[in-house]
T-cell receptor, first 120, second 114 residues
Framework: DTAVSQTPKYLVTQMGNDKSIKCEQNLGHDTMYWYKQDSKKFLKIMFSYNNKELIINETVPNRFSPKSPDKAHLNLHINSLELGDSAVYFC???????????????????FGPGTRLTVL | AQSVTQPDIHITVSEGASLELRCNYSYGATPYLFWYVQSPGQGLQLLLKYFSGDTLVQGIKGFEAEFKRSQSSFNLRKPSVHWSDAAEYFCAVGPYNQGGKLIFGQGTELSVKP
């Protein structure tokens, strides 16, 4: 009964290859995210989808293409892998943000275990 | 631009000692604030969050954090650290109306001496 799962956990590949990372959440959340954690452990948002619609694209190279076949899945496809793509990629999800008087509340994000990508 | 600063890259405390991890943010309005913990090889787990109201918030595992608007800070505290608290701690801000993204600090690695 894993909440947010990612496959594979480890991915080792050669430069120039194309690879995909899959993410699934069984929490019934509407919004899903991809984050990249670099070698210095710095976490940065890459993409966000809400109900299969792209809502955040943080100046990520277009070699990275997220795909959301349904709101429970957000996959990340990477073309022409480069050395600098080596990192840990985290998927996350969050429930719908509810409105409150004076502003919206902000739901926390639930993270998957991460996929460690190594490009040789 | 919004940003989060965690001034301490690495902190070592003795088991049973108190802990305070610092977090400062830069944001034009009242932010939504979070602390996450990442154990080695694991994903991130939410410790606590601040949206509004009482500026002292309680979280899981005996952690608490205090929001101080005047200092733009959201420091994490624990009165007595356990060896299992050794991990990486991330402070994050969630800008309002920016699609739900979180902006993270660079993290503080906590080591616990027996």
């Amino acid at each position: 009964d894993t909440a947010v799962s990612q496959t594979p956990k480890y991915l080792v590949t050669q430069m120039g290859n194309d690879k995909s990372i899959k993410c699934e959440q069984n929490l019934g959340h509407d919004t899903m995210y991809w984050y990249k954690q670099d070698s210095k452990k710095f976490l940065k948002i890459m993409f966000s989808y809400n109900n299969k619609e792209l809502i955040i694209n943080e100046t990520v190279p277009n070699r990275f293409s997220p795909k959301s076949p349904d709101k429970a899945h957000l996959n990340l496809h990477i073309n022409s892998l480069e050395l600098g793509d080596s990192a840990v990629y985290f998927c996350a999800s969050s429930p719908p943000r509810l409105g409150l008087a004076g502003g919206g509340t902000y739901n926390e994000q639930f993270f998957g275990p991460g996929t460690r990508l190594t490009v040789l | 631009a919004q940003s989060v600063t965690q001034p301490d890259i690495h902190i070592t405390v003795s088991e049973g000692a108190s802990l305070e991890l610092r977090c400062n943010y830069s944001y034009g309005a009242t932010p939504y604030l979070f602390w996450y913990v990442q154990s080695p090889g694991q994903g991130l787990q939410l410790l606590l969050k601040y949206f509004s109201g009482d500026t002292l918030v309680q979280g899981i595992k005996g952690f608490e954090a205090e929001f101080k608007r005047s200092q733009s800070s959201f420091n994490l505290r624990k009165p007595s650290v356990h060896w299992s608290d050794a991990a990486e701690y991330f402070c994050a801000v969630g800008p309002y109306n920016q699609g739900g993204k979180l902006i993270f600090g660079q993290g503080t690695e906590l080591s616990v001496k027996p």
